[in-house]
């Protein structure tokens, strides 16, 4: 998306880039599915961007406070594990100010093996937790949607954060294959594409931040620049 004319500073240029990787392509190319058949949810633009500003900023937050300070070490890399629980810390956070990937609202998918697997042949679940469970989902080709608002005792729920990991582990995924922004550069590690997006998204979370309280903002970036 030009709009007939080129992003006038390098702020714009990487802003334009961002949201066409993590949006605008989709929508442009109608994209709702891998060469898996995963079908995603339509994730809003500003979700998407408020996650990947978040991981910017831990990324970029981690990385600095290393002991090397050489600029290519700013470009960390992070064990597919710990950035799954990195993005479920982010989401739980970031609740009150997410729609589309609010719990509320937000559903995950898994295959119907591991729905299986992991939760209706589990012995640590009861035959009411487990119809519950059916209850919140819907199957379709061989994959399972459970939609997390409909789970009773929320956050609480041990089988409600297990879906918390599912649905952490889909954006992954979708961040992966759809946006370009994230690869990985060996099996089960998890780094930023190019450092100049993770500096991006890191800026832009704390510029957020500072505008959320224009009264303490020069206490803020002092304290986080």
């Known amino acids: ?36 058949g995963i079908h995603y949810p339509r994730w809003s633009m500003d979700d ?53 990937l609010n719990y509320e609202q937000a559903e995950c998918s898994l295959s119907e093996k591991q729905f299986q697997h992991d939760f209706i042949q589990s012995k640590k679940l009861s035959t009411q937790e487990k119809e519950q469970l059916k209850s919140a989902s819907t199957f379709q080709d061989g994959r399972v949607s459970v939609r997390l608002g409909q789970l009773k005792s929320g956050q609480d729920n041990p089988i409600f954060k297990q879906l918390c990991t599912v649905l952490a582990n889909n954006i992954m995924d979708y961040l992966l294959a759809r946006t370009g922004l994230l690869w990985e550069p060996s099996e089960n590690e998890i780094q930023f594409s190019h450092l100049s997006f993770q500096e991006f998204l890191s800026a832009q979370r704390i510029y957020r931040y500072a505008l959320s309280d224009p009264f303490e903002m020069e206490d803020y970036l002092r304290k986080y620049l």
């Open 1 to 36: 998306e030009t709009r007939g004319e080129l992003p006038y500073t390098r702020v714009e240029a990487y802003e334009e880039m961002v949201k066409t990787y993590v949006h605008i392509m989709d929508q442009t190319r109608q994209l709702n599915q891998l060469t898996t």
């Open 48 to 100: 998407k961007m408020r996650l990947l500003e978040e991981m910017g900023y831990y990324f970029h937050d981690s990385a600095s406070h290393r002991k090397d300070k050489h600029e290519t070490s700013l470009q960390i890399i992070y064990p597919r594990s710990e950035v799954i629980n990195i993005l479920t810390k982010i989401l739980n956070e970031q609740q009150t100010n997410l729609v589309t």
